[in-house]
Nanobody
């Protein structure tokens, strides 16, 4: 079964740091694109960071504070979050486009994790 699973999250004080991880597993060759979304209470889901190959992009609101890294060999990805703000409280979701197993190596689009809660207290 192909799946994407997040870990990490929790409660942190404003100005603190937190790390989120995401792992893709199943009958796959690798990961084509990684993304982190977040959804604050009562707001729409927004894209926080994404990675495709060597290119990583961040929402303007998190640039300089969030860092996305990945381990291609393990099909994992980590989002390091620093200087967190109370308004960044919400559910954080990992999303990935995966690369199917050989011989097809087809792209498997839009796999979502279950979400992990991040709460930043003031």
């Amino acid at each position: 079964q192909v799946q994407v699973v997040e870990s990490g999250g929790g409660l942190v004080q404003a100005g603190g740091s937190l790390s989120l991880s995401c792992a893709a597993s199943g009958n796959i060759f690798g990961v084509n694109t990684w993304r982190w979304y977040r959804q604050a209470p009562g707001k729409q889901r927004e894209l926080v960071a994404s990675n495709h190959g060597r290119a990583t992009d961040y929402a303007d609101s998190v640039k300089g504070r969030f860092t996305l890294s990945k381990d291609n060999a393990k099909n994992t990805m980590t989002l390091q979050m620093a200087s967190l703000k109370p308004e960044e409280t919400g559910v954080y979701y990992c999303n990935a486009d995966l690369i199917g197993a050989p011989p097809k190596f087809d792209v498997l689009y839009d796999y979502w994790g279950q979400g992990t809660q991040v709460t930043v207290s003031s």
